[in-house]
């Protein structure tokens, strides 16, 4: 890869204005302009390894786009740091700008329909990252917005932080995915779901480890299972050790997630075994690293020792979030040269 910079022109679909670049490229649209992406399985498998490359050309700063006029939206129902701060970062230096909606002084809140907010935001946005609890509310939007809707978080996925996830595992295995064993402990929660399809996506193994009745969705277990094939494999099963042993990647989340909170505290002792801490780390492979999407409960889901150790990439996994979003945006908005 050259370390020379260059700034490349960027096609906005709705005013068709070009960037004066320093290099004058052809465009390339992608399979993924003008899309929504409400699921990790959104993308096809050449899609996502594509994303991934424009992600670490875009935080070598091998690559520089410039999305001057596009117009971001973020529509938050729940809390967040990383995803809204990234968004909102990964847009501003694509040279566009964001528009942080208030959910809470929206009409929406008093009961204005879905579908008719959704069709005025799209006449004044040109992409909107959600963040809700029902999947089928991100749906309805994506269903009367003609501009590409984001699942920024639901109760069903995360599919943002998978990307970012995946760039992690590429850079400490060598640009790697496929073939690599991926362990995930703890709640079969949204970010498990989208890891399961997402693994199935790149051709790596998961193991899916929790508490009998904290399984992931059957249909998701199923969904990942038909995308994996005979290329990789997806295992539910409830014992953390024989699902360590040997991977590549040890991956967790609250036990709780947001609109569980009640809950929090019944749920330690359940899952207190699928802990990650040095020891459960010792059976993994010795290469192993270790992912967590954040905010990170220590003690509880994971141990200080292990967030903070040799092994963990947590930091440069959140930083990925900006990266990953930022490439995200380009694709959906309408490619790169
Ligand atoms: N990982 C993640 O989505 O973090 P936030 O809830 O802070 O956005
Ligand atoms: N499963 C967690 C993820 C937070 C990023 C939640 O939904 O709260």
Redesign the pocket.
């Given at each position: 890869m050259s370390s020379t910079v260059h700034i490349v022109p960027f096609a906005c679909p709705k005013f068709d204005t070009f960037v004066v670049s320093q290099r004058q490229v052809g465009k390339h649209m992608t399979g993924l302009h003008g899309r929504d992406f409400l699921s990790i399985t959104d993308m096809a498998t050449s899609d996502m390894l594509e994303l991934l490359t424009l992600a670490a050309q875009l935080k070598s700063g091998a690559v520089t786009i410039d999305c001057k006029g596009k117009i971001l939206g973020l529509l938050f129902r729940?809390?967040?740091?990383?995803?809204?701060?990234?968004f909102s970062s990964a847009m501003w230096r694509l040279g566009g700008q964001v528009i942080d909606l208030n959910v809470s002084v929206m009409q929406v809140s008093r009961g204005e329909p879905v579908k008719d907010t959704a069709r005025i935001l799209s006449s004044y946005l040109d992409v909107l990252a959600i963040?809700t609890y029902e999947q089928a509310e991100l749906q309805e939007f994506a269903d009367y917005a003609d501009i590409p809707i984001i699942n920024?978080?639901t109760d069903l996925e995360?599919p943002?932080?998978i990307l970012a996830d995946f760039q992690a595992v590429q850079e400490s295995f060598d640009g790697q995915l496929s073939g690599l064993t991926m362990t995930y402990l703890g709640d079969g929660n949204n970010?498990a779901h989208s890891l399961i399809l997402g693994c199935a996506l790149a051709g790596m193994n998961i193991r899916v480890a929790t508490p009998p009745d904290y399984q992931p969705d059957a249909a998701i277990v199923e969904q990942g299972r038909k995308i994996a094939g005979d290329r990789s494999t997806v295992t539910v099963l409830t014992d953390p050790k024989a699902a360590v042993e040997g991977a590549h990647v040890l991956y967790t989340d609250v036990w709780a997630s947001?609109g569980q909170e009640d809950l929090a505290e019944s749920r330690i002792p359940i899952f207190q075994p699928y802990q990650i801490n040095n020891e459960l780390l010792a059976i993994a492979d010795k290469t192993a690293i270790v992912l967590h999407?954040?905010?990170a409960h220590r003690g509880e889901e994971i141990t200080d020792a292990v967030i903070e150790g040799p092994q963990s990439r947590v930091w440069q996994e959140?930083e990925n979030?900006m990266h990953a979003q930022q490439a995200l945006l380009v694709q959906l908005l309408g490619g790169h040269s």
């Open positions: 729940k809390s967040s740091t990383r995803t809204r701060v990234s963040r920024a978080l995360h943002c932080q970010v947001m999407c954040l905010p959140a979030r």
